[in-house]
């Protein structure tokens, strides 16, 4: 996990933003409409659970796009550039960058219609109803596309129960905070089903639909004495490839 994705813990970062508004600027609304309507054209939507018509639906985006996606795309950006960006600027490249290496539009063109835009802010947008697509947003949005799956086998790890995170190889994504890495917490939920991620984080440990637990961890076991308020406790979603006994896992092995 790079710099940008392990901050926790680390001093001297400046200031903390308390912006507690979702959309800042009126274009990040827009930002994070274009990146739903991906995730709802997707092909992975083949083989959701939802049965969505997506090889008959109307639309010439033919890819994969996912929250596992936009978030690769994040974490592979370069530490300084990555901090000089406001979190949805971060979205825009990641999406544009997407369409250029994809073919769907080349740097030229992009560079083009930016331009364009930049001159003439009101200039009207393309506009292309399609009500296919349209619906098909909306059912997406209520639907989801991980939805809960049968548990293959009982959850290994019970409430109350307490257990070690593992530290397994670092890969290109992970959805293990890396300050949590070899530290001992306490289950304090099992969630009911299984869930998947929608890619196979490989030796990660991330693949087929598995229990994810609720644990909880002590802040000054974490942070240490004296860096954290009294009392803090810090409340992790787990896959459970990210946890084992206590006895039994060791660095650099998943449970």
Not at 109 to 137: C, G, I
Not at 143 to 159: H, K, V, W
Not at 173 to 191: F, K
Request: proline content about 8%; overall charge negative; aromatic content about 12%.
């Amino acid at each position: 996990m790079k710099l940008q994705h392990h901050l926790g813990g680390l001093e001297n970062l400046g200031p903390v933003n308390v912006e507690t508004a979702v959309f800042v600027q009126p274009w990040e609304k827009r930002i994070f409409g274009i990146h739903t309507v991906m995730m709802a054209e997707s092909a992975h939507l083949k083989d959701a659970l939802p049965r969505y018509p997506v090889q008959s639906l109307p639309t010439a985006f033919k890819d994969d796009w996912t929250w596992a996606s936009l978030r690769t795309g994040a974490e592979g950006m370069q530490p300084f550039e990555y901090f000089k960006y406001r979190y949805y600027e971060k979205w825009l490249m990641g999406i544009s960058q997407f369409f250029v290496d994809r073919g769907y539009v080349t740097a030229d063109e992009l560079d083009d219609r930016s331009s364009f835009y930049s001159r003439q802010p009101e200039a009207a947008l393309p506009d292309k109803p399609n009500l296919a697509l349209k619906a098909q947003v909306t059912r997406y949005l209520k639907e989801g596309d991980s939805p809960l799956r049968p548990l293959p086998a009982r959850p290994r790890y019970q409430l109350g129960q307490k257990v070690k995170v593992a530290d397994p190889e670092a890969v290109d994504h992970t959805r293990l905070p890396g300050y949590l890495r070899n530290q001992v917490g306490t289950v304090t939920l099992v969630y009911p089903g299984a869930y998947a991620y929608f890619v196979n984080t490989g030796p990660d440990g991330i693949g087929k639909a598995m229990p994810v637990y609720q644990v909880v961890f002590a802040g000054d076991e974490i942070w240490g004495a004296g860096k954290c308020e009294p009392n803090l406790e810090i409340y992790a979603d787990l896959f459970e490839a990210y946890v084992g006994p206590v006895e039994r896992v060791a660095q650099g092995e998943a449970a």
